[in-house]
DNA sequence: TCAGTCTGGTTTCAAAATGAAACTCATTGA
DNA sequence: TCAATGAGTTTCATTTTGAAACCAGACTGA
């Protein structure tokens, strides 16, 4: 676990890094999209040593990324599901997927897609754009200190 | 650093976790964005150990996401600046940004804003779209294996 | 109903990563 | 010319990680 501090930085980036900012969480949270529920199944999905993926699990419930319930199965045990809170992660999700996709591969080399349901085709790259709807470069933008 | 592997992993997300999936490595992808360039700054900004500041900005040198070049005010030095590849990331960090700026602050708490030069005003939420502009929840969306 | 198994952890311990501080050595500024 | 600064590297103690063993409750089949 990350050393706990910089939740109290003003820049908000900071604080996501702080939170999800690592390995197992980012891909805690991905598979949790792709309706993994259960620990048995991220662990064995991840390959996560089990201490790391229960304190990670632990984190992401105290944040609020995630939340336990009963499970679906009927069974006496219980799986973890994204919350609202976490469901809005999908944006850095696809992000974070698109970059590796456009970057992280070689000519050619095989690798998951993402796809609309509806339509069966990729998911066009997401870009920050104005409320115009223009794309915005890094160049058109500014950070704007503690408003 | 975390331990190198799925780097050979089929998921892009999994890749883009392992490469820049760090506190550190996304806060320095952060700053760079904001026009930071050289070794001291990037240091005394993150209050990062030199070590690992160190380690880290080879890592993503060697990954392609920040080239060194001669410093820009003639100095002898050298800088590090985001490469192509470096300013694609910009989506994950607004992604990052946009979430924490939603979940990470309490009611009211001030925090650093992002706004687009032209307009002044904030950044639209950032949200993956079908090719027809319509927005995509995590339920629209299939992941396609190794396609 | 009772032995065996599966699930969801926790504990233990060694190995790896991190962080603080001291140290180096080239550059720069006065 | 000499002190201060920049950009690291080294050292070493602390923290985090990971693998494996362990454990207590469900569950299952005979």
Redesign the interface.
């Known amino acids: 676990m990350?050393t706990q501090n910089?939740?109290e930085s003003?820049?908000?980036?900071?604080?996501?890094?702080?939170?999800i900012?690592?390995?197992w969480s980012?891909?805690i949270v991905?598979d949790a999209?792709?309706g993994v529920r259960r620990f048995g199944d991220f662990q064995r999905g991840l390959g996560v040593a089990r201490n790391i993926l229960s304190d990670r699990l632990r984190r992401l419930v105290e944040a609020?990324v995630l939340a336990t319930r009963p499970a679906s199965d009927g069974s006496a045990y219980q799986e973890y599901a994204l919350t609202d809170?976490g469901?809005?992660?999908?944006?850095?999700?696809?992000?974070?997927?698109?970059?590796?996709?456009?970057?992280?591969?070689a000519e050619g080399e095989?690798?998951?897609?993402?796809?609309?349901?509806?339509?069966g085709?990729p998911?066009?790259f997401?870009?920050?754009?104005?409320?115009?709807g223009q794309v915005?470069?890094?160049?058109?933008?500014?950070?704007?200190?503690?408003?």
Chains 1, 2 share one sequence.
């Open positions: 990350p910089s939740l003003p820049c908000p980036v900071a604080r996501s890094a702080e939170l900012g690592d390995r980012l891909l991905r999209f792709d609020g809170k469901e809005q992660l999908f944006p850095v999700v696809v992000a974070l997927r698109q970059w590796g996709e456009r970057h992280l591969f095989p690798h998951s897609r993402l796809l609309a349901r509806q339509s085709e998911v066009a997401m870009a920050p754009r104005a409320a115009d915005l470069a890094p160049d058109d933008t500014v950070v704007k200190k503690l408003s």
